[in-house]
């Protein structure tokens, strides 16, 4: 099993700009996280879905975010405009059943600047 | 609103010796408590997990131990190694009904440098 995949891996964009962050979680897992690491807050979580459908966006920090989840094999972190403050590693996770013994498996995450 | 709260922001220990990080929670619903290890440039990864029904798990070298009435949770790394030099997460969740199901609430990392 390659794990969870996350791409891209590093995004550079600008203020303003669209970004777009995908995850493929592993097979067989039913829920998917978003979450967002900083310096500040550590990790946060920012939406979770479970079979495809969002349970719990009380993290999405505001109306620029978005997430969908098609269908079970990918899910996408949408920031529209992004801002500088939106700078920090995106880590995307999957789990069968909830939380199991195992816990989350997470992706190696994104890494985005707004400049 | 800080739920998990992992105070010590780093921690040095000697290579061989224990090392012992600690995390505390407010939320009284959580039942279930993890630990995860992280690397630089890679994502965390399930260390070792404890049930609020036990006060200890062992694995190996790592022990957690969980003090219900106090909310606070340890982990015991022994014997330390320089391998085991990574920030670590504490992450509790809630079996309760509601939309809190299945979340992990994490703490914000210790740092933990093992020196050879």
């Known amino acids: 099993d390659a794990g969870v995949i996350q791409s891209p891996r590093h995004e550079v964009t600008e203020m303003g700009q669209e970004v777009t962050l995908r995850c493929k979680p592993i097979?067989?897992?039913?829920?998917l996280f978003w979450y967002r690491q900083t310096m500040m807050r550590g990790l946060e979580l920012l939406i979770y879905?479970?079979?495809?459908?969002?349970?719990?966006d009380s993290g999405m920090p505001e109306d620029r975010f978005s997430a969908k989840m098609p269908n079970a094999s990918f899910s996408t972190l949408k920031i529209q405009p992004s801002e500088p403050r939106d700078s920090a590693v995106y880590f995307c996770a999957s789990s069968f059943l909830v939380p199991g013994p195992h816990g989350y498996t997470f992706g190696s995450g994104t890494r985005l600047t707004v400049v | 609103d800080q739920q998990v709260k992992q105070n010590s922001p780093s921690l040095s220990v000697q290579e061989g010796r224990i090392s012992i990080l600690n995390c505390d929670y407010t939320?009284?619903?959580?039942?279930?408590f993890l630990w995860y290890k992280k690397y630089p440039a890679e994502g965390p990864t399930f260390l070792i997990s404890?049930?609020?029904?036990?006060d200890k798990n062992e694995d190996g070298r790592f022990t957690v131990f969980l003090n219900k009435s106090a909310k606070h949770l340890s982990l015991h790394i022994v014997p330390s190694q320089p391998g085991d030099s990574a920030v670590y997460f504490c992450?509790?969740?809630?079996?309760?009904?509601?939309?809190?199901?299945?979340?992990?609430?994490f703490g914000q990392g210790t740092i933990l440098t093992v020196h050879p």
């Open positions: 939320n009284s619903m959580f039942d279930y």
């Open positions: 879905f479970n079979n495809n459908v969002p349970i719990d």
């Open positions: 097979s067989g897992h039913n829920s």
């Open positions: 992450a509790a969740a809630s079996h309760a009904g509601g939309t809190s199901y299945g979340k992990l609430t």
């Open positions: 404890i049930s609020s029904i036990k």
